[in-house]
């Protein structure tokens, strides 16, 4: 596991502002990155769903399937499942949210870094556009 170097601002933000998780991504020359941090605790990568998503791993800024496959997995994240391909379908709700989830935070995020915040009330937002947000209770089981 590598850890990605979240900057003392971002989570005194993090803190100032409640936040049960922040999810960040960071592209470099030859690479890039994606890890969550929970609060205080250790930094993690994200886990990747691409045997779900064929997709070549993670990315952002655009609409395709490498940028679904970090949705699905950030949202899975969230909602504490671990989608197969063979139990994957519309009772999951990593599955339901997950497209949307893309639409409206991740495709449109910056190429060279993203950095989406969510509160334990499920509000997920953009660090550099706090008006595009999604709300995801993960508290409700269906």
Do not use: Q
């Amino acid at each position: 596991m590598t850890v990605m170097p979240i900057d003392r601002a971002l989570l005194e933000k993090m803190s100032s502002r409640g936040c049960a998780k922040l999810y960040c991504g960071l592209r470099w020359e030859g690479g890039r990155r994606i890890s969550v941090r929970v609060a205080d605790a250790v930094t993690r990568t994200v886990y990747d769903l691409r045997n779900v998503i064929p997709a070549g791993g993670f990315d952002w800024g655009y609409g395709g399937s490498a940028p679904e496959n970090l949705a699905l997995s950030i949202v899975a994240d969230w909602v504490g499942e671990n989608p197969t391909p063979e139990t994957i379908n519309w009772g999951c709700r990593s599955w339901r949210w997950h497209v949307l989830f893309k639409n409206r935070l991740i495709s449109s995020a910056p190429r060279d870094r993203f950095v989406i915040l969510v509160n334990e009330a499920g509000v997920f937002y953009r660090e550099d556009d706090p008006t595009r947000i999604i709300v995801i209770d993960r508290t409700i089981h269906s």
